[in-house]
């Protein structure tokens, strides 16, 4: 079975430019969840989709972040513009529900 | 909101030696609790997870962890150490009900194994 897949994994821009990262998760998949890992701390949740639609965004600073699950499949979050504190992994998961989580490989972003 | 502490950082073993890593949470309703390890250069794999029932649960590996609902913890066990356990480890929780079941992660406890 494929697992979640994330592109680009690396990734380097200058402050206030803009960057976009896409995500596949696991086919049959209903639950996806992008999750901002920085240096030294634990994941955590930007935004969640059930289907094609956001079940808690609560933690996604909207200013600049924006994230859609085009048709209920795939995933886009961007950034725009970026800042330095952006900086940090950012993490892709889908669920068959809500329970467990499977995780991609990550986007590392740095800016600069 | 639900928190999450891991309060060793580094943890550094030698092979074959006992494992016991610490986690408490906070939250105001029932949860579910997870263990998640994270290889160097791999990504976040689920270790074990515990829902209901017997509050030992085993997972891959040799790993165990152990639901004390009084002290609020799930702490990650494992009798004998090998040098591929050399990872980072992070504790999660999430509440049981409702349709937002947002994973809080604990900050991460790297684990050193030398051989």
């Known amino acids: 079975e494929a697992g979640v897949a994330q592109s680009p994994r690396y990734k380097i821009i200058e402050k206030r430019q803009s960057v976009a990262f896409w995500c596949n998760p696991i086919?049959?998949?209903?639950?996806l969840y992008w999750y901002q890992q920085i240096l030294g701390q634990g994941p955590k949740l930007l935004i969640q989709?059930?289907?094609?639609?956001?079940?808690?965004d609560s933690q996604l600073p909207k200013d600049r972040f924006s994230a859609e699950r085009l048709k209920g499949v795939d995933s886009t979050l961007k950034i725009q513009p970026a800042k330095l504190e952006d900086s940090a992994v950012y993490l892709c998961?889908?669920?068959?529900?809500?329970?467990?989580?499977?995780f991609g490989p990550g986007t590392r972003l740095l800016v600069l | 909101a639900q928190s999450v502490s891991q309060h060793n950082h580094h943890v550094i073993l030698s092979e074959a030696a006992s494992l016991e890593l610490g986690c408490n949470y906070s939250y105001g309703g029932t949860v579910n609790l997870f263990w998640y390890v994270q290889y160097p250069g791999q990504h976040l794999q689920l270790l074990l997870k515990y829902f209901s029932g017997d509050p030992l649960v085993k997972g891959i590996k040799g790993f165990e962890a152990e639901f004390i609902k009084s002290k609020f913890s799930f702490n990650l066990r494992k009798p004998s150490v090998q040098w591929s356990d050399t990872a980072e480890y992070f504790c999660?929780?999430?509440?049981?009900?409702?349709?937002?079941?947002?994973?809080?992660f604990g900050s991460g406890t790297q684990l050193t194994v030398l051989p």
């Open positions: 989709f059930q289907n094609n639609g956001v079940v808690d």
């Open positions: 086919s049959g998949h209903a639950t």
């Open positions: 999660a929780v999430s509440p049981r009900s409702g349709s937002a079941r947002q994973l809080t």
């Open positions: 998961a889908s669920g068959p529900g809500a329970e467990t989580q499977y």
